[in-house]
């Protein structure tokens, strides 16, 4: 049985948890990947989370999008800032933020003239908040996300991006007290502009057991992104590792 929590603190909650119970049922009715040591299917709940003792249950945790400072505030006044990071970083349980839930992995945020931020951490880079402008700038683009192609081309990604961060450096070797979740892989960039003009941008990272998007796949009906990280959390549970390279 494995318990999946969304941080329901503030932010896109039902629409993971959506998404979750269709990438679910996508997983339980195709044959497993030949890969797969999965003997036999595994059971899912999936469940809000507001308390410790919700995040307890939880074998793995999604960091829905939202606003990242007002998230931080909120989980430290329930007393979640430090079970949240001891998920993360000492169970080394799988996490994956998008948008605000990715500001919240990131172990530094670029300075701010409202000053700092409380942050979970857990992945290696300093993220840069509201990259593309305010709300009224959001956009859809098709990402081509290397990871979700299995033998065969792969529809691009229609991700959603508001007031998304962007990841400015990865592997900014801050003093993480833990061992083991090996470097920064970047698995996914968005290019605005052609060619050589074209800026780059790091919009989706992993490092071990934590993985963060700068947009929002739970705000489409595409539950490839939740298939292909679910897929990674069954594995964790059942092999009870990192996940080191689960694509
Ligand atoms: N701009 C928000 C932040 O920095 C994130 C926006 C979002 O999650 N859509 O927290």
Redesign the pocket.
């Known amino acids: 049985h494995i318990t999946v929590g969304v941080l329901a603190l503030q ?1 896109g909650v039902v629409e993971h948890l959506n998404l979750l119970r269709k990438a679910a049922a996508h997983i339980l009715s195709s044959p497993p990947p030949p890969e797969s040591k999965a003997e036999d299917l595994p059971e899912f709940t999936f469940t809000e989370v507001r308390t410790p003792q919700q995040l307890a249950q939880c074998d793995a945790l999604i960091i829905p ?5 007002t ?1 931080a505030i909120v989980a430290q006044r329930l007393g979640l800032l430090e079970p949240l990071r001891e998920f993360v970083k000492v169970q080394h349980k799988p996490v994956w933020g ?4 990715l ?1 919240m992995l990131a172990e530094q945020v670029s300075a701010t003239k409202q000053g700092g931020q409380e942050l979970v951490g857990g992945l290696d880079v300093r993220v840069l ?2 990259k593309f402008g305010t709300q009224l700038q959001s956009f859809v683009a098709g990402l081509e996300l290397g990871f979700l192609e299995k033998g065969g081309e792969a529809e691009p990604f229609r991700a959603v991006f ?4 962007v990841v400015e450096e990865v592997n900014i070797a801050t003093q993480r007290e833990e061992k083991g979740n090996g470097p920064v892989e970047v698995l996914g960039v968005y290019q605005q502009g052609q060619g050589k003009e074209g800026n780059k941008d790091i919009v989706a990272v992993r490092q071990g057991n934590v993985f963060g998007t700068s947009f ?1 796949p739970e705000l489409t009906d595409d539950a490839r992104i939740h298939v292909w990280w679910l897929r990674q959390v069954v594995d964790a549970v059942r092999h009870g590792g990192l996940v080191i390279n689960g694509a």
Do not use: L
Request: one cysteine or more; proline letters at 5%; a positive charge.
């Open positions: 932010g999008g939202g606003e990242s400072t998230m998008t948008c605000a839930g500001v908040r509201n508001i007031r998304a961060p929002h």
